[in-house]
């Protein structure tokens, strides 16, 4: 697999909170629906709303974004990162990304928006966002480990980066997928509308 609400992680004085640390999955309040701010209600189904934010530094200028549903939490914190896993599951796993050298793994991290899903610490997911920050991002490497899926976790991670790019005005994201389009369409994307207009250098071995 490749690449709803909006969060914009404010108080009601326009202050961004800050978070020292991650938030834990013990942290939301079982049973509760937390009000995300500027809205009456946090989405149907989670725990408790994205709270707040933490250095933008560490996630490249964008804000860290946290959010718990039932047992598994969201983050795009990168050093929760199990790079290890990400490579075994990217080189070994995928079929967009076979025999992908783990220094090209390991630079795209570095230079991508990177959302992990975890449960009970262990990271079950992953995907990444290529972007400028300002008119446009590329979803890609969205990978979910085979015993966890089935349970929304790709479409959730497809709403997390719209959500994250729409919070700081990046309007237009693109993705590519082979067998996937029902999980992103959940998310809002569609079929490019005028693929004619769509060229590419594709330099790849193994496209």
């Known amino acids: 697999m490749d690449t709803t609400t909006r969060d914009s992680a404010r108080t009601a004085d326009g202050t961004s909170p800050v978070r020292t640390t991650p938030p834990t999955l013990d942290a939301a309040r079982p049973g509760t629906e937390a009000a995300r701010p500027g809205t009456e209600a946090a989405r149907p189904g989670t725990e408790a709303a994205r709270p707040g934010t933490e250095a933008e530094a560490d996630s490249g200028g964008i804000p860290i974004w946290h959010e718990v549903r039932g047992a598994h939490l969201l983050s795009s914190d990168p050093s929760r990162i199990d790079v290890d896993r990400v490579f075994r599951w990217l080189s ?32 079950v997911a992953f995907a990444r966002v290529v972007t400028d920050q300002a008119t446009f991002g590329w979803l890609c490497d969205v990978y979910v ?12 991670l497809a709403e997390t980066a719209r959500d994250l790019l729409a919070d700081i005005g ?37 496209p």
């Open 92 to 123: 070994t796993d995928s079929y967009w990304a076979a025999n992908r050298p783990r220094d090209i793994v390991e630079r795209s991290l570095a230079h991508s928006v990177v959302l992990g899903v975890y449960r009970e610490d262990a990271q």
């Open 145 to 156: 480990d085979p015993a966890e899926r089935g349970h929304g976790l790709g479409t959730w």
């Open 170 to 206: 990046v309007l237009r994201i693109i993705l590519a997928t082979m067998d996937a389009h029902g999980v992103y369409a959940k998310a809002g994307f569609e079929p490019v509308a005028r693929p004619d207009r769509w060229m590419e250098i594709d330099r790849r071995n193994t």
